[in-house]
């Protein structure tokens, strides 16, 4: 069986850098990547909109946005929430990376370091990140519907009734795309 690719966005304004990040990932022997570039802030949020990778690695020093402005924008979007964020951050830079872990990235690497292993690994711990994040929403979900269930049973819906049925199978419905979306998540994360 082969394996899905796993598509990463590389955001950065300097060419150069770009392709050494391509290189980094395409040498990783247990994973294969699709990689798209952008060269600015603004860009990379158009292609994440429209392309959807499971992971986006973003340059500190954007031409039109900083990281912290890209990040607040990813918030604000409603299913930003499934990419993956890697901040590359200037050398030392604490404060930055401090910031940007509290603005919503998952792995904050220093750009000089963002090379081999330390990228691939970086990378692998964003997506494993949004992976625990989306089985800890999945449970959520999963408890507060058996509290509905169990509401309804307690306020005197007869066990089995067309109600209790009726909600049981739209909750069912509602879980499917979720079921779905772990076992992508198991089979992205997993080499």
Known sequence: MKERPISVLIADAAPEDRAALHDALSRDPAARYVVIEAESGFRALELRRARRPDCLILDHELPDLSALEALKKLAAEEEAT??????????????????????????????????????????????????????????????????????????????????????????????????????????????
């Not at 959520?140 to 005197?156: D, N, P, S, W, Y």
């Not at 007869?158 to 979720?178: F, I, L, N, Q, V």
């Open 82 to 191: 499934a990419c993956a964020v890697v901040v590359l951050v200037g050398e030392g830079d604490v404060r930055l990376a401090v910031e940007a872990m509290e603005s919503g990235a998952h792995v904050c690497l220093e750009k000089n370091r963002a090379r081999g292993e330390e990228l691939l690994r970086a990378v692998s711990d964003a997506i494993e990140k949004v992976g625990r994040r989306r089985v800890a929403e999945h449970e959520r979900m999963t408890v507060g519907e058996a509290r509905l269930v169990a509401k309804a049973a307690a306020t005197g819906s007869a066990a089995g009734s067309r109600p209790e049925r009726a909600d049981h199978k739209r909750a069912e419905e509602r879980m499917k795309p979720t079921r779905a979306l772990i076992g992508r998540i198991v089979f992205c994360v997993v080499p």
